[in-house]
Structure formats: C-alpha cells, structure tokens
C-alpha cells in the first residue's frame, strides 16, 4: 500500500502571498488531518476533514482553509502569509476521524 | 486545557542499554488515547505505540514499552536494547475524543555507539 506523501518539500515565499501545499492520503484513508510544526515544537493541529467535509479545526485563524478531494487527496492553503508561519506542515491520514494517525514526510515552508 | 509535558529536551543512552522518557499530560475526558510517535531527520511522524486509556494492561512493541499511570495522568515510554536507528526526536501525544491529537514539545534521543 502507498503511503502519505506531501508536495512540495521545500517551499520559499514572501510575505501577504498565498501558498497551497498538498497531501496523497494512503489508498482507503476517508480522513486526512494537517498539523503545523514550528522549530522546536511539537505538531499542533490545524484541522481535520472526513469524507470531503472539515471535521475539526484547532486554533488557527480562517486565512488557513482547507480542501478534500474523493480521490484521497487533499490541499491545504494559506492566505496573506505571515512571518510566523514558517514552519513545517505536516499532513496525516486515517481510515477514520479516531484510528491512528499516518503521517508524510512534511512540507518545510519559508515566509520571508 | 488539555496538555501533554515531555520534561526532558534530551537524553543520550548507550547502545544495548535502557531507556525511559517521560511524559505526563493533563485531560477532563474519562476515555482517551495516548501515543508516542518518532520522528527521524526525515521529519516523517512515525507511530512507536499505542495505549487505550480505559486498558489497564501497559502496551508493548516489540522493544518498546510504556508504563502508563492513570490517576498519575503519566505515560513513560522505554526503549530496551537502543540501536543506533532509535536516534530520532520522540514526541508524547494524547487523542482526548476530540479527534485532534495534542503533542508534547517532543524529546531528542540519541543512541551514542
């Protein structure tokens, strides 16, 4: 079986841009969940969406939105980037909102 | 609020020998999860162990153990025979019901050869 794989890996942008990173849920996975990582610190949890609707959201403000598409993958965008959202995105899938989490690899995003 | 604690930024074992990092959270739920997860330089999360808090029986994998205190809201998580691939960051999480895992700050672990 596939894994979850995160595009792209590395990402550079400037303050106030928009940015969308991606997720491949593993095949059969209907729930897909994206943390944030900051340097230093332990992932904290953006949201959550199970069968294409968000199904949990952390404390994050609304420029964070996110999208899930019936063929396991799944977008995660970013509007008017600030400095402190630099850090790295991590995506995780599950069969279900409680089952173990399966992470990918991450996207490392630079706002300067 | 719901919390996670790893008191120990780092830690630093022998080959072969023992392990124990630490973890104490903090949740109003009767019924939660807890994990540790290990996440090598190749920043991949990867699940270490799994425990049902309703289960009193400690969970094992392999050479990874937890000792999981309830009414002392603690789950350690020990690693016996450390290999050289154990050297990764572990990171302590609880799963309150919420769906929404909350992490530690995480503990950096190297095996030294």
């Known amino acids: 079986e596939t894994g979850v794989t995160q595009s792209p890996t590395h990402l550079i942008k400037t303050r106030g841009q928009q940015v969308t990173l991606r997720c491949s849920s593993q095949?059969?996975?209907?729930?897909v969940s994206w943390y944030q990582q900051a340097l230093g610190q332990g992932p904290q949890f953006i949201f959550q969406?199970?069968?294409?609707?968000?199904?949990g959201r952390g404390n994050f403000p609304p420029r964070f939105s996110g999208l899930q598409f019936p063929n396991y993958s799944s977008e995660l965008n970013v509007n008017a980037l600030e400095l402190d959202d630099s850090a790295l995105y991590l995506c995780?899938?599950?069969?279900?909102?409680?089952?173990?989490?399966?992470f990918g690899n991450g996207t490392r995003l630079t706002v300067t | 609020a719901q919390t996670v604690t790893q008191s120990q930024p780092e830690m630093s074992v022998q080959e072969a020998e023992t392990v124990t990092l630490s973890c104490t959270y903090d949740t109003s739920e009767s019924n939660y999860y807890l994990f540790w997860y290990k996440q090598p330089p190749s920043r991949q999360m990867i699940l270490v162990i799994r425990?049902?808090?309703?289960?009193?029986q400690n969970a094992t994998e392999n050479r990874f153990s937890v000792n999981f205190q309830k009414a002392a809201k603690s789950f350690s998580l020990k690693i016996s025979d450390s290999q050289l691939g154990d050297t990764a960051m572990y990171f302590c999480a609880s799963e309150p019901g919420t769906y929404k895992y909350i992490f530690g700050t995480g503990t950096r672990l190297k095996v030294l050869a």
């Open positions: 969406y199970y069968r294409e609707e968000e199904n």
């Open positions: 425990q049902e808090a309703y289960k009193q």
């Open positions: 095949s059969g996975h209907n729930t």
């Open positions: 995780a899938s599950s069969w279900s909102p409680g089952s173990p989490l399966h």
